[in-house]
């Protein structure tokens, strides 16, 4: 170790080597630089973690320094998606790429409570065990720590460390940069945990209006430079009025979110489905053409037509009327594309509603 060296290599350093030994004062040096290493390898990773601006690149980062330095059986990670809903996403990885869980949880919220409780940070899951009756869920990743992630108000995920692949016990120094580094990633996936959701309406999870219109801009400002079409769709629920004036605006918001999680459901990763206002929502369907929007159009239409809500008394059947546009670089503007896919839309309406418009660049005609 050149540091090591050079402290060997002061003056008077040499002649006094054996007492230096004796002491202790050559192993507390060694020691201090060892910590010096560690802390240059945690700030090094912390600030690879914060270079990344996705959640995916993030975890896989996070599971790239852990694995290099650790080799752990496995590393899970589970965070409500929405602030205000249930809704768990989970990872897995093993050997830096991605594994089947298997695990099924519902809520976290028995482990943020003995988190509030406990606040001990990272925990051995053994612990867990005794504090949390539903932590045995838990057990088919076989996880060893536990780390919870919290933000300033709540806890919204949790961290599994399965045990080291050559069945080693961890080192202190091991526990400690794991409970450090985890720390950092807890908030960078919180950061862009924020990030998105400003990006989302919070009633369906779906993308906001501004988000929708600022890609549907660059979308366009793409279109000019290259040769190819995409298109958008305009979604109302028909009848809406009357049904929230039938079953009362709560089960009108729980029709609205399942018909967003159907529409989520129902688009590539690429698309942007975004709730517009109210009751209608738009999908942006990037390098996808006027045959193949309807295609998506229709499978939404048929499949909110066959929905059903779970709710105390029967619910009514809801239906969607759905424009579409096609666009291509001749087009002016993003408010020539919404206006037409609106226009398509009051057709579907004039038509009798639950069916599908397409605005063609001549006329208005339906499939």
Same mark, same amino acid.
């Given at each position: 170790?050149? +540091?090591?060296?050079?402290? &060997?290599?002061?003056? #008077?350093?040499?002649?006094?080597?054996? =007492? %230096?030994?004796?002491?202790? !004062?050559?192993?507390?040096?060694?020691?201090?630089?060892?910590?010096?290493?560690?802390?240059?390898?945690?700030?090094?990773?912390?600030?690879?973690?914060?270079?990344?601006?996705?959640?995916?690149?993030?975890?896989?980062?996070?599971?790239?320094?852990?694995?290099?330095?650790?080799?752990?059986?496995?590393?899970?990670?589970?965070?409500?998606?929405?602030?205000?809903?249930?809704?768990?996403?989970?990872?897995?990885?093993?050997?830096?790429?991605?594994?089947?869980?298997?695990?099924?949880?519902?809520?976290?919220?028995?482990? +943020?409570?003995?988190?509030? &409780?406990?606040?001990? #940070?990272?925990?051995?899951?053994?612990? =867990? %065990?005794?504090?949390?009756? !539903?932590?045995?869920?838990?057990?088919?990743?076989?996880?060893?720590?536990?780390?919870?992630?919290?933000?300033?108000?709540?806890?919204?995920?949790?961290?599994?460390?399965?045990?080291?692949?050559?069945?080693?016990?961890?080192?202190?120094?091991?526990?400690?940069?794991?409970?450090?580094?985890?720390?950092?990633?807890?908030?960078?996936?919180?950061?862009?945990?924020?990030?998105?959701?400003?990006?989302?309406?919070?009633?369906?999870?779906?993308?906001?209006?501004?988000?929708?219109?600022?890609?549907?801009?660059?979308?366009?400002?793409?279109?000019?430079?290259?040769?190819?079409?995409?298109?958008?769709?305009?979604?109302?629920?028909?009848?809406?009025?009357?049904?929230?004036?039938?079953?009362?605006?709560?089960?009108?918001?729980?029709?609205?979110?399942?018909?967003?999680?159907?529409?989520?459901?129902?688009?590539?990763?690429?698309?942007?489905?975004?709730?517009?206002?109210?009751?209608?929502?738009?999908?942006?369907?990037?390098?996808?053409?006027?045959?193949?929007?309807?295609?998506?159009?229709?499978?939404?239409?048929?499949?909110?037509?066959?929905?059903?809500?779970?709710?105390?008394?029967?619910?009514?059947?809801?239906?969607?009327?759905?424009?579409?546009?096609?666009?291509?670089?001749?087009?002016?503007?993003?408010?020539?594309?919404?206006?037409?896919?609106?226009?398509?839309?009051?057709?579907?309406?004039?038509?009798?509603?639950?069916?599908?418009?397409?605005?063609?660049?001549?006329?208005?005609?339906?499939?």
């Amino acid at each position: 170790m050149e +540091e090591n060296k050079d402290f &060997r290599s002061l003056p #008077g350093v040499q002649e006094h080597l054996p =007492l %230096l030994h004796r002491i202790g !004062v050559v192993s507390y040096i060694d020691d201090l630089h060892g910590k010096i290493r560690d802390y240059q390898d945690l700030f090094s990773s912390m600030v690879n973690i914060f270079r990344h601006t996705a959640i995916d690149d993030i975890l896989e980062t996070a599971v790239l320094q852990i694995t290099d330095r650790i080799d752990p059986k496995a590393i899970v990670f589970l965070w409500k998606s929405f602030q205000n809903k249930d809704e768990i996403t989970i990872k897995g990885y093993k050997h830096y790429k991605l594994m089947d869980t298997g695990l099924h949880i519902e809520s976290i919220a028995p482990f +943020e409570l003995f988190f509030k &409780r406990h606040p001990l #940070g990272m925990i051995a899951y053994r612990d =867990l %065990l005794t504090h949390v009756s !539903v932590a045995d869920r838990l057990s088919i990743v076989d996880p060893e720590l536990v780390i919870p992630i919290f933000n300033p108000v709540s806890m919204y995920g949790l961290i599994l460390i399965g045990g080291k692949q050559d069945k080693s016990l961890f080192t202190d120094i091991e526990l400690t940069f794991i409970q450090n580094f985890m720390y950092v990633v807890s908030l960078a996936i919180q950061n862009q945990l924020n990030y998105d959701h400003s990006l989302r309406d919070v009633k369906t999870g779906l993308y906001n209006y501004d988000f929708f219109m600022t890609r549907l801009t660059e979308e366009l400002a793409r279109m000019k430079r290259n040769q190819y079409v995409s298109s958008v769709i305009v979604i109302d629920v028909d009848f809406f009025k009357n049904f929230n004036d039938t079953y009362g605006h709560v089960a009108g918001d729980r029709v609205l979110e399942h018909i967003a999680a159907l529409i989520k459901q129902g688009v590539r990763l690429e698309d942007v489905p975004a709730r517009f206002g109210g009751e209608e929502f738009t999908v942006l369907l990037p390098d996808t053409n006027a045959q193949e929007a309807w295609g998506v159009a229709e499978r939404l239409r048929k499949g909110v037509s066959q929905l059903t809500v779970s709710w105390d008394s029967p619910l009514a059947q809801v239906t969607i009327s759905l424009g579409i546009f096609t666009f291509d670089n001749t087009t002016d503007s993003i408010t020539e594309i919404v206006d037409r896919a609106d226009k398509a839309l009051y057709k579907s309406k004039a038509l009798g509603r639950n069916c599908t418009t397409i605005w063609n660049t001549h006329e208005e005609y339906t499939l």
